[in-house]
């Protein structure tokens, strides 16, 4: 059963910085891609960033400032977020499919999600 843990949440100060971790299992990590998707409040959920195959991409309102990374052994995924802004306030997600989908559409697998709230 794939399971995917998000942690790191909280509250920063814009321009601050904060680190989320998804914890995953239950599938073979390099045979998949892994998301990251946010949802702020009254908006849809977009994708931030997927990295599969050694590639990684980054939604334009992230490019610059977010950062994917992984620890195969310990299957865990990083998205480091820097220069945080008050419009970055949302619920991160961490999802998992066999590739990186098309702009607009959804992973297959998902965790519960980590609020991160970005205060002036």
């Known amino acids: 059963e794939v399971q995917l843990v998000e942690s790191g949440g909280g509250l920063v100060q814009a321009g601050g910085s904060l680190r989320l971790s998804c914890a995953a299992s239950g599938f073979n990590f390099d045979d998949y891609a892994i998301g990251w998707y946010r949802q702020a409040p009254g908006k849809e959920r977009e994708g931030i960033s997927c990295?599969?195959?050694?590639?990684?991409i980054y939604a334009d309102s992230v490019k610059g400032r977010f950062t994917i990374s992984s620890d195969k052994a310990k299957m865990m995924v990083y998205l480091q977020m820097n220069s945080l802004k008050p419009e970055d306030t949302a619920v991160y997600y961490c999802?998992?499919?066999?590739?990186?989908?098309?702009?607009?559409?959804?992973?297959?697998?998902w965790g519960k999600g980590t609020l991160v709230t970005v205060s002036l």
């Open positions: 990295s599969a195959d050694g590639r990684t």
């Open positions: 999802a998992a499919d066999l590739v990186c989908p098309a702009a607009g559409f959804m992973m297959d697998y």
